[in-house]
């Protein structure tokens, strides 16, 4: 009865219209077609600044395809890996890309399933980054296999041998957790591009362009018919690929959590691992997007709210992490585990590898609380040096878990002091060339804001009149 | 989809924008034509409420798929790990349900999104290189800012002249006649 009597005045309240948005989501003032020339603009043709970005990725990924080849023609033992390090950084950077794709399914499924018409202006490029970071990260295990060229083996397949995987190991999981993923990522990405391969198609003006569009724009009209089906099947694919944003990591992260190992056998991993990789990921688009609305001027299409509702997740994101570092670390001491106690209270913060640990907590406890404050949301500068700092603190994460946790073995006579050669840093540095080498590419050449979700944006605000659709406050 | 058959062609119209666009729907509706088709650069779901009734049967397809995937990754895995190829590992069961439902659960999602994504473009008979819209005079600016409507000829309702007049009426920019598909 109370209840029900309060709700009234609560009504009466709540103000008849929301108030106007601080930063709106939107404000490009041109037409439709000056709109199509802004967003298509770099298909034009790269500038020097892209053109020297494209040479120092490709510098990087020569680097990864030397690595690749010394790893290949002599065997892993051209890395750091030894017993008791068998896992260090082929299993760090693999968890490290796999983590950062996250991002761009969490913006293009799950904010789509949540109407949060904001995504529009940054979901393709996050959808791209989501891509170009599984390409990454599904090379790692496969070099670390020693014989990549038997990968099949993992696959279930009726072998002439008559041996098949053991499903009840955490390997075949993953196999099949990352190919989905990635099968899946690039069936919803290409689906949503195929209206704005025809934007590009008719756009260009030369006719090879349009060969090239044409043929990947599949002969799209954008009849009422196919608008109503592609819709459709986006929300459902949408809908398929949001379970993956919260299974893909926590199936990486069994690799761990079934292991008995102190520092991995723990039953927090799956969400931890979870929300670390968002958060990475979200650090990983915001370094991107920040470049491109600069050098594109995207400034009226990806306003300070993309840049304040980023910021305000990477916060909360942060804020869940150091709560599952504060979880492990009371579970360690709680469990009354002599090892456990030693991995989480003597070796992470004080043993060989400290150093490592505390910058790990500068960049991914300390350094997202500068988003407490609204200016540091929106500040290009800030914001930057923020996601770098993040980036590095999730991939020196993986490094704790991994690599800290294996050099102090149960037998003190195995420990082992792990020293990467330059075969690690050479893939993990070419990892990124390779990256930049497919985002450059990706840019030149695929419209990478999605025009069609943008021009309906746009028509949807202007029928409201301003007023709010599903937007989150600045 | 009614533009998938022209047997005698199309008359087309050019629109400035999504607002005279929904209004000539609306009227090309209440005026009887029933075989009408729009053309824009996003979706504008005003114009597909008087063109279309008819729910699609995309998610029960989907369903289907997703289904069919979870049988069959279910039974991949019994059948290599508890028929084909036991392994006593520690005394664990060889049919070990708690491990195989991970596989399980991805092969669902795989062939439910390869579902979605083959049967959306096979609904949509795509890819279609060529289609007589494209022949339409400016109808490249219906991906970029522009909207067309198409009315088949065989509609009962059309007359080619009349129905070039109710076009212009209607604030078309410029009407145009379509060459026939099949």
Known sequence: MTAT????????QRPAEPDAPEWPVFRFKGTDE?????????????????WALFIVSLVGAGLFVVSMWVTVAKGIGTWGNNIPV???????????????GHAGTFISAFLLLLNQHWRASINRIAEAMTIFALMQAGLFPLLHLGRPWFFYWLIPYPATMGVWPNFKSALPWDIAAVATYFTVSLLFWYAGLVPDLATARDWSRSRAARIAYGVFALGWRGSSFEWRRHRLALLLLAGLATPLVVSVHSVVSLDFAIAQLPGWHSTIFPPYFVVGAIYSGFAMVILLLLPLRAAYRLEDVITERHLNAMAKLILTMGLLLAYAYVVELFVA????????RFT??????????????????ACNVVAPHVFWWKRCRTSVAVLFAASLAILVGMWLERFVIIVVSLHRDFLSSSW???????????LLFGSIGFFGVLFLLFVR?????????????RHELAANRGREIGLPHA | MRDAHWPSGAIAAE??????????????DRAGYAKVEAYSPYPILEVERPLFARPSRLPVVVFLAGLAGAVLGYWIQWYANAVSYPLNIGGRPAHATPAFIIPTFEATVLCASLAAFVGLFWLLRLPRPWHPMFEADGFERASIDRCWVAIDMTDDRVDARRTAADLAVLGARHVVRVPPLD
Do not use: C
């Open chain 1, 5 to 12: 009597s309060v709700e009234p005045r609560a009504a009466e």
């Open chain 1, 34 to 50: 000056q709109l199509t020339d802004l967003l298509l603009a770099p298909l034009r043709g790269g500038g020097p600044i892209w």
């Open chain 1, 86 to 100: 068998a896992w260090a950084f082929a299993i760090t950077d693999f968890v490290w890309w796999i983590g950062i």
């Open chain 1, 333 to 340: 001491w709680y469990s009354g585990d002599p090892n456990e």
């Open chain 1, 344 to 361: 989480f209270l003597h070796e992470r913060p004080f043993g060989t590898y400290s150093l490592i640990y505390w910058i790990m907590i």
């Open chain 1, 416 to 426: 082992h002091f792990y020293r990467p050669t330059w075969v690690d840093l050479g």
């Open chain 1, 445 to 457: 050449f695929v419209p990478f804001v999605a025009m069609s979700e943008v021009k309906r944006l």
């Open chain 2, 15 to 28: 629109f400035e924008d999504a607002e005279s666009l929904v209004r000539a729907t609306r009227e090309l």
